[in-house]
């Protein structure tokens, strides 16, 4: 089974790491074993299939309704201009058929029409890979596509980015290749990948859980009420704030708080997110900072990695989250 390269003209559609299968589902559920067995393969090597869709059952109220229910299911769709968002969300609201998108990712990406299906990995510029099934393979068969993707192309990646070809040294004794090849479950090899090319990855807040989860790596930190109300402000000011103005922002805090444990909180309830917000009394508010830190870092092993999901800034200056929001998806109550 040959990954070869391809056309890198959907990364800014689908996540990094991520897998597709492009082919035509039939109406009978004959694929259903392809997609599961693929889908079980990707989330063990800490990866997930994102196409063909997994799409349940829905009613809505209107047309709006429609279009929040896309933005949840392609978030990445907000990255293309208004007019072509616009296109293709009125395309989506009269009806969405699986078929027709796999036949329209089929040109896009120049790849044969007539082939049984295409296993894409979306790895970042210039590490699209495909391989290519002309006839309906078993299900084991893509399992073992995406095993031998891992151990061949992830292994000369991270050995490549250690040991320039002109180096002699045994890069088979690295630490990180030791893993590599060690590697057998999602949580190993995602880490090791995304800590050496520093790649970030997506985050989901959810107000049912009061957490953060860390999608690709499957990583969850999960945070007191008082330290997810101020993860989900400093969340909702990009710009950031210093603490002195923090007062400016208390109301949205004090929803969040209320969000996660009952808007009819009486005063002595909301005591938690009011001390963060006592005039000249900082210490309350830089302690559930301190812990949100430490608890984003202790999870996901490496504080330089985990600072654009912290709180952080110059002592007496402007405190923020620098991760584009974009790469910010919520679970609400």
């Known amino acids: 089974m040959e990954f070869r390269r391809a056309s890198d003209r959907l990364n800014f559609f689908f996540s990094p790491h991520r897998w597709v299968l492009l082919v035509d589902v039939p109406a009978d559920a004959s694929l259903d074993a392809h997609l599961q067995v693929l889908r079980t393969a990707c989330r063990h090597w800490g990866s997930a299939l994102e196409f063909p869709l997994q799409m349940h059952a829905q009613s809505f109220a209107d047309e709006q309704e429609i279009r929040n229910y896309w933005q949840q299911k392609l ?92 180096s002699a040294s045994d890069p088979i004794s690295t630490t990180s290749a030791q893993l590599i090849l060690s590697a057998n479950n999602a949580r190993s090899v995602t880490h090791i990948n995304r800590m050496l090319r520093h790649e970030r990855d997506r985050i989901l807040v959810s107000h049912y859980r009061s957490s953060i989860e860390f999608m690709d790596m499957g990583v969850t930190v999960r945070l007191s009420p008082q330290c997810f109300a101020l993860y989900c402000l400093y969340l909702d000011v990009p710009e950031g704030f210093t603490n002195k ?43 559930a900072v301190n812990k949100i830190k430490r608890e984003i870092v202790r999870h996901t092993g490496d504080e330089e990695w985990a600072k654009p999901y912290y709180i952080s800034g110059e002592n007496g200056g402007i405190k923020r989250i620098s991760i584009p929001r974009d790469w910010v998806s919520y679970e609400r109550r």
């Open 75 to 166: 978030p990445r769709l907000r990255l293309l201009e208004s007019r072509k968002q616009e296109i293709l969300y009125a395309d989506l609201i009269r009806g969405y058929d699986s078929n027709r998108a796999n036949q329209l990712l089929r040109r896009k990406l120049h790849l044969d029409p007539q082939a049984w299906g295409h296993l894409i990995h979306f790895g970042g510029p210039q590490r699209t890979l495909v391989c290519t099934f002309q006839t309906q393979p078993e299900p084991r068969d893509l399992r073992t596509a995406v095993e031998q993707f891992h151990h061949l192309h992830l292994e000369d990646a991270v050995l490549a980015s250690e040991y320039p070809a002109e």
């Open 245 to 287: 103005n923090r007062f400016d922002y208390k109301d949205i805090a004090i929803g969040h708080y209320r969000r996660l444990l009952g808007q009819d909180l009486s005063e002595e309830e909301l005591g938690p997110i009011h001390s963060c917000f006592k005039p000249r009394e900082d210490k309350p508010l830089r302690d």
